[in-house]
């Protein structure tokens, strides 16, 4: 018999219809110039998916269109500084794709930065979703959802059907049980597999599977991108 390749049993939490914890609705953040509520949730998803930090600056990377000019566009909205670099990198398969950085400089965006390294947590394994999303309305909470499912997961292919599926993946038991604590309180159902390390030098990871009740968040997805019905 073939080992099991899941460390468990995958467990489903039950919500219920009106389970979803709203929570503040503000229109901007203080911090440098000043940022508009929606692009700043959207920037902390990509970057708690696919970014990094350094002593200087905080980086995205993305190698994948049509989000390669979505985090484009974000960025030129917020009016960062952006430098942006292309990289080689070992893609699906072992083969080679392009991956486009915007790297955003503390020298430049000083606030936004630092606020970013003190909130965000450390490296892939230690990441942790700042505590003030947990305190935004739910329509905030589900796009910061949004983007880091784009950044670091997938839609379900038949995304046109209902129920709404989608899947991410972590490296961070505080990203694993952040974003669980999210989707329950977006009443969204969530779903955590624990995969063991296939080589040592691998960290074990988790598969977070979220099903998406549209009558009871208020959503239509179409590739990833989140139109509220008020």
């Known amino acids: 018999t073939k080992p099991a390749n899941i460390s468990c049993a995958p467990f489903l939490l039950p919500v219920a219809p009106g389970l979803a914890v709203d929570g503040a609705e503000p229109q901007r953040i203080e911090l440098d110039d000043g940022y508009a509520l929606d692009d700043f949730v959207d920037f902390l998803g990509w970057y708690l998916s696919e970014g990094h930090k350094t002593t200087v600056s905080i980086s995205i990377a993305q190698g994948k269109e049509p989000y390669v000019s979505e985090i484009r566009d974000l960025t030129q909205r917020m009016g960062l500084n952006v430098n942006e670099s292309i990289s080689n990198a070992a893609g699906v398969n072992k083969a080679t794709m392009d991956t486009m950085a915007f790297s955003v400089r503390k020298k430049s965006t000083p606030q936004l930065v630092n606020w970013v390294r003190e909130n965000c947590g450390g490296k892939s394994d230690t990441k942790k979703i700042p505590e003030a999303i947990y305190d935004l309305s739910k329509r905030l909470k589900l796009r910061f959802l949004m983007a880091f499912i784009k950044g670091d997961g997938c839609f379900d292919p038949r995304m046109g059907r209902h129920p709404l599926m989608a899947r991410a993946?972590?490296?961070?038991?505080?990203?694993?049980?952040?974003?669980?604590?999210?989707?329950?309180?977006?009443?969204?159902?969530?779903?955590?597999?624990?995969?063991?390390?296939?080589?040592?030098?691998?960290?074990?990871?988790?598969?977070?599977?979220f099903t998406f009740g549209r009558e009871s968040v208020g959503l239509d997805l179409r590739n990833g991108h989140l139109r509220w019905e008020e």
């Not at 490296?171 to 977006?186: H, K, N, V």
């Not at 969204?188 to 988790?206: E, K, M, N, Y």
Request: net charge positive.
């Open 169 to 209: 993946t972590t490296t961070s038991p505080f990203l694993r049980d952040g974003l669980q604590r999210l989707a329950i309180e977006c009443g969204i159902s969530c779903t955590i597999v624990g995969r063991i390390q296939r080589v040592a030098h691998h960290l074990p990871s988790w598969q977070l599977s």
